[in-house]
């Protein structure tokens, strides 16, 4: 596609429940990224995938937190029983490679736990 | 471990005046500096990249400066323009890894 498409683009789920974000990168771009940025607070890295392997996971918060990505296409984040403090907006980009080229980023899911 | 700071959560300039926004990083492991731009419900877009072996990289009405040895750089926008209001974001990396994020500075352009 174009751009980096992002769903769904907002997200209400109970607390205790499990979510899952998806990710869909620009095609031919190997290398992917999940950020998020809490109400306030800059962008925090969670996990980049190069390929369909995830050289660093560094970011992941919790055990709660996993992602995959199938081939250099479609990712998925996935958080189990969902807590307040996961309330975010989880950003993907996608790059031709690891490199300088910059990120192209999604417009992000809105998550809010209640 | 803040590696990347935006010590100004926000900055008001006057349309048609310089707009000069900072950054502080602490990890002398950084060889490329970029800049990012954000629209309220919109992901950041890349706006002007720098590497550590310049101190100065220009496009058009944007400018970054780094300064290695005091490890700092800026972005200067001039003139400003009511579309540069956006939150500006400044990023960092080594070694072709993942970019670390500072938290961002607010910038509104005022008429």
């Known amino acids: 596609g174009a751009g980096v498409s992002q769903s769904p683009s907002n997200k209400v789920t109970e607390k205790g429940k499990d979510v899952e974000l998806r990710c869909d990168p620009i095609?031919?771009?190997?290398?992917l990224y999940w950020y998020r940025q809490r109400l306030g607070q800059g962008l925090e890295f969670l996990i980049y995938f190069q390929g369909n392997s995830a050289p660093d996971k560094s970011g992941l918060p919790s055990d709660r937190f996993s992602a995959e990505r199938t081939g250099e296409s479609v990712s998925t984040l996935t958080i189990q029983r969902t807590q307040q403090e996961d309330s975010a907006v989880y950003l993907c980009a996608s790059s031709l490679d690891t490199g300088v080229y910059g990120y192209t980023f999604g417009s992000g899911t809105r998550l809010t736990v209640v | 471990d803040q590696q990347v700071k935006q010590n100004s959560p926000s900055l008001s300039v006057q349309e048609g005046r310089i707009s000069i926004l900072n950054c502080d990083y602490t990890n002398s492991m950084f060889d490329y500096f970029l800049w990012y731009k954000k629209y309220p419900a919109e992901g950041p877009t890349f706006l002007i990249s720098?590497?550590?072996?310049?101190d100065k990289n220009e496009d058009g009405r944007f400018t970054v400066f780094l300064n290695k040895s005091a490890k700092h750089l800026s972005l200067h926008i001039v003139p400003s323009q009511p579309g540069d209001s956006a939150v500006y974001f400044c990023a960092a990396m080594w070694g072709a890894q993942k970019l670390v994020f500072g938290q961002g500075t607010r910038l509104t352009i005022n008429p």
């Open positions: 095609s031919g771009h190997t290398a």
């Open positions: 720098i590497s550590s072996i310049k």
